[in-house]
């Protein structure tokens, strides 16, 4: 009789709604490994801005699984868990690789992934004001004002005026042609 060898891989869970962290505990208490990656996301509350801890894959989390050696079985039944992830009669297996880039772009003290924010615009770029009470209204780029505002030059009244918004209220203004459009300044 020949030794079975015991391979490692990665295995995609598909987790219930809002239940990724009750399969994680479920999982890890029957002695699974199990990667979770979450995700730092800042939301606007009530007129505040507050970071909240997210999955960064929604109800999928990654089992490591010593084929041979640990059943799949319990898995699918583990509380919190829908189901293994399956192509076919085949079950989605991840690549080692995959998961230790994934664990090495997140910060190393607390395991978090953190969205690197939108390209930079550069100044007198053509933007449009998405939200707020300036909605609708496309004006020029002029800088960055901290972390989350930037200045934007509006014809008010017909002067530019520069006025001070949180940067995800603008967006690039595309020409019909797709490429963004830049003025360059008469001063």
């Not at 992934?113 to 550069?122: D, E, F, K, Q, S």
Request: aromatic share 8%; charged share 20%.
């Amino acid at each position: 009789m020949r030794p079975t060898r015991s391979v490692l891989r990665w295995y995609v869970i598909h987790s219930k709604p809002s239940a990724e962290a009750v399969a994680q505990v479920n999982l890890e208490r029957q002695g699974y490994e199990v990667y979770l990656p979450r995700l730092v996301q800042s939301v606007r509350w009530r007129q505040q801005r507050r970071e909240r801890i997210v999955p960064l894959f929604p109800r999928y989390l990654f089992l490591h699984l010593r084929e041979g050696s640990q059943p799949l079985g319990p898995v699918r039944s583990s509380v919190g868990v829908s189901g293994v992830v399956r192509f076919g009669c085949r079950y989605a297996v991840v690549a080692d690789e995959v998961i230790c880039h994934l664990q090495a772009r997140a910060d190393p003290l607390t395991a978090l992934h953190r969205l690197t924010g939108p390209a930079r615009l550069v100044t007198g770029a053509a933007v449009r004001i998405a939200t707020g009470p300036f909605d609708g209204l496309e004006g020029i780029f002029q800088r960055e004002d901290g972390a989350e505002r930037v200045v934007v030059l509006l014809n008010l009244l017909g002067r530019d005026t520069p006025v001070r918004v949180p940067a995800e209220w603008i967006l690039p203004h595309c020409d019909s042609l797709g490429g963004a459009q830049t003025r360059q300044s008469a001063w």
